[in-house]
C-alpha cells in the first residue's frame, strides 16, 4: 500500500528566509502525482504545487519549488523568501495513476508539517 | 474562494443522532469527492462519485453513506453517530472524468466541523 510520511511535526523560519519541508513516499508504481496543499487557520485546502512523477524537471510556481527524487522516493518542498502569510500546516499527498481508473483522485496525505514564520 | 460550497460550516449534535452534510461543487464539475480530517487518523479519503455514480471507496464506514444528485451536489449522511466521528468533513470537486487529462485539479470547499458531543 501507498504512503505517506512527513517526519516534520512543527518547522519554523524568519520572514524573508528559505525552508524545506520534507516528505517521503512509498508506491510500487512509475506513474503518479505528487502534491503540496496548503491549510491556513481558515481551514481551506490550498493546492500549493503538483508534481507528475514521469516528468523529471522539478515544478515551480513562483515563490514554491520541489526537489523530486524519484528514486529516493522524496518530494521536498522549498518555501524562498518566506511571507508571514505562508504560515499554516502543509500536507504532502500521492495520488495513484491515472490507469487507476475511478480511484485516482483518492489521495493519500502525510500527516502534515506546520509551518510557523517569524517577523 | 474555490467554487466549491459546503453547509453548515460548523455542526454540534449528540451521540446517536444523524446528520446531512451538504456539498454544491463548482460549476461545470461532474467529479464529488469527500475527504474526512480528524486528530486520530488524519485526512483520508471516504468517497468519490461522478454523475450521480459511486466511483470510489476509501476507509468510509457502514453508517456514513453519500449520494450525488442530478444538479451534481453531494451529501454526506452520518448516523449513529459517535465521539470518534467528530473531525473536519471536506467536499473536493474535479472537472474531468476520472482518468481523464486535468482530473489530478482537485478543489477543495472549506468544510464543514463536526463535533459529536
Known amino acids: 500500500a501507498q504512503t505517506v510520511t512527513q517526519s516534520q511535526p512543527e518547522m519554523s ?6 525552508v524545506t519541508l520534507s516528505c517521503t513516499y512509498d508506491t510500487s508504481e512509475s506513474d503518479y502525482y505528487l502534491f ?12 500549493v504545487i503538483r508534481q507528475e512523477a514521469y516528468k523529471q524537471q522539478n515544478a515551480t510556481e513562483n515563490r514554491f519549488s520541489v526537489n523530486f527524487q524519484k528514486a529516493a522516493k522524496s518530494f521536498s518542498l522549498k518555501i524562498s523568501d518566506s511571507q508571514l502569510g505562508d ?24 500527516t502534515g508539517t506546520l509551518l510557523a514564520v517569524q517577523p | 474562494d474555490s467554487g466549491v460550497t459546503q453547509t453548515p460550516k460548523h455542526l454540534i449534535t449528540a451521540t446517536g443522532q444523524r446528520v446531512t452534510l451538504r456539498c454544491s461543487p463548482r460549476s461545470g464539475d461532474l467529479s464529488v469527492y469527500w475527504y474526512q480530517q480528524s486528530l486520530d487518523q488524519g485526512l483520508q479519503f ?11 471507496k476509501g476507509n468510509i464506514l457502514e453508517r456514513f453513506s453519500a449520494q450525488q444528485f442530478p444538479d451534481l451536489h453531494s ?3 452520518l448516523s449513529s453517530l459517535e465521539l470518534g ?17 486535468g482530473d489530478e485539479k482537485l478543489f477543495f470547499g472549506s468544510g464543514t466541523q463536526l463535533s459529536v458531543l
Open chain 2, 85 to 101: 466521528d467528530s473531525a473536519l468533513y471536506f467536499c473536493a470537486s474535479s472537472p474531468l472524468f476520472p482518468g481523464g487529462a
Open chain 2, 46 to 56: 471516504l468517497i468519490q462519485y461522478y454523475n450521480g455514480e459511486e466511483r470510489a
Open chain 1, 13 to 18: 523560519v524568519q520572514e524573508a528566509e528559505t
Open chain 1, 87 to 110: 504560515a499554516a500546516m502543509y500536507f504532502c499527498a500521492y495520488r495513484p495513476p491515472r490507469y487507476y481508473g475511478g480511484a485516482t483522485n483518492k489521495l493519500i496525505f502525510g
Open chain 1, 36 to 47: 503540496w496543499y496548503k491549510q491556513p487557520p481558515s481551514r481551506q485546502m490550498i493546492l
Open chain 2, 75 to 77: 451529501e454526506l449522511n
